[in-house]
Structure formats: structure tokens, C-alpha cells
């Protein structure tokens, strides 16, 4: 079974940094496109950024220059390098592993950024 487990979030103030970890565990996720999303209350989950399995990356205009996406298969971990926080990047970020049209999520890691 495929678990993703999350962590790193927490509260940061502005300007601020945070790296955030996603853990696989089930099976091994070399070719697997991954991502990391964020979702706030009241809003639909959106994608942060993406990583295929050739580390093809891809990210949302707003976290380009500032957020980066790195995968690690020999510890079949993804992160999220993310600096220069800003309060609109509060939200709880969950990592993705698509794999033969199945996603599985984690449970998600609130990062909450202060003014």
C-alpha cells in the first residue's frame, strides 16, 4: 500500500524559509510523476509545483524564482525548498505520486507565513 507522509510546515515569518519533505513508502517511485500542491479553506487545491520521473520540473507563476522541487530516489523522498515566504503562501501543502493513473496523497503539512 502507498503511503506519503509529509512534513516540514510550520509558521514562518515573511521573507522567511521552510523545506518541506514528502516520504514514500509502498513501493518505489523512481519514474513516478510527483507534485506538490496547497490548498486553502474555501478554495480548491492548487498545484505548486511538479517533478516527472526524467526530473522535468514545473511550477506555479507565483512560486517560480522562490520555491524549488527536488526528488531524492534513493530515499524515495521529494521536497520543496521554499524561500522568500510571503503570507499568500499559507496553506496546507500536500505531495502527490500519480502512478498508472492513480494519485495518492499525503495528508498534508500546514505552512503558515506571518506578516
Known amino acids: 500500500q502507498v503511503q506519503l507522509v509529509e512534513s516540514g510546515g510550520g509558521l514562518v515569518q515573511a521573507g522567511g524559509s521552510l523545506r518541506l519533505s514528502c516520504v514514500v513508502s509502498?513501493?518505489?517511485?523512481?519514474?513516478?510523476?510527483m507534485g506538490w500542491y496547497r490548498q486553502v479553506p474555501g478554495k480548491q487545491r492548487e498545484l505548486v509545483a511538479s517533478?516527472?520521473?526524467?526530473?522535468?520540473?514545473v511550477y506555479a507563476d507565483s512560486v517560480k524564482g522562490r520555491f524549488t522541487i527536488s526528488r531524492d530516489n534513493a530515499k524515495n523522498t521529494m521536497s520543496l525548498q521554499m524561500n522568500s515566504l510571503k503570507p499568500e503562501d499559507t496553506a496546507t501543502y500536500y505531495c502527490?505520486?500519480?502512478?498508472?493513473?492513480?494519485?495518492?496523497w499525503g495528508e498534508g503539512t500546514l505552512v503558515t507565513v506571518s506578516t
Open positions: 502527490l505520486l500519480s502512478d498508472h493513473g492513480i494519485n495518492y
Open positions: 509502498g513501493r518505489t517511485f523512481n519514474i513516478n510523476p
Open positions: 517533478i516527472s520521473g526524467s526530473d522535468t520540473t
